[in-house]
Nanobody, 125 residues
Framework: QVQLVESGGGLVQAGGSLRLSCAAS????????SAWFRQAPGKERDFLAA????????VYADSVKGRFTIYRDNAKNTVYLGMNSLKPEDTAVYYC??????????????????WGQGTQVTVSS
């Protein structure tokens, strides 16, 4: 199983930007799909974006399309989430997940079997 460690969260003002990192160890992610989710207090874990490592195919939630970008660094075995134009409603704990890749890029958190510990993102108004 792959181990994932997120970093890069913090406090930012509305309109600002952050880049989250998810470093993987234990095995190469070359045959995986990585995804970012977030969970606000008392809410479900929501899908944000996913990337299939083999061909770089990406999918995004409508709520973040155009503001967030998911990308990977093969050499570092790391996936990133670039976030721009942040809003107070983006405040949540952000998690990265991973699963063996398939033709379908899944958006439900139940499909992912490896998870990081999460990183807090707080956007002030």
């Amino acid at each position: 199983q792959v181990q994932l460690v997120e970093s890069g969260g913090g406090l930012v003002q509305a309109g600002g930007s952050l880049r989250l990192s998810c470093a993987a160890s234990g095995r190469s992610l070359g045959t995986y799909t990585s995804a970012w989710f977030r969970q606000a207090p008392g809410k479900e874990r929501d899908f944000l974006a996913a990337i299939r490592w083999s061909d770089g195919a990406t999918v995004y939630a409508d709520s973040v399309k155009g503001r967030f970008t998911i990308y990977r660094d093969n050499a570092k075995n790391t996936v990133y989430l670039g976030m721009n134009s942040l809003k107070p409603e983006d405040t949540a704990v952000y998690y990265c997940g991973a699963k063996i890749a398939s033709l379908v890029i899944y958006r439900d958190h139940g499909s992912y079997d490896s998870w990081g510990q999460g990183t807090q993102v707080t956007v002030s108004s």
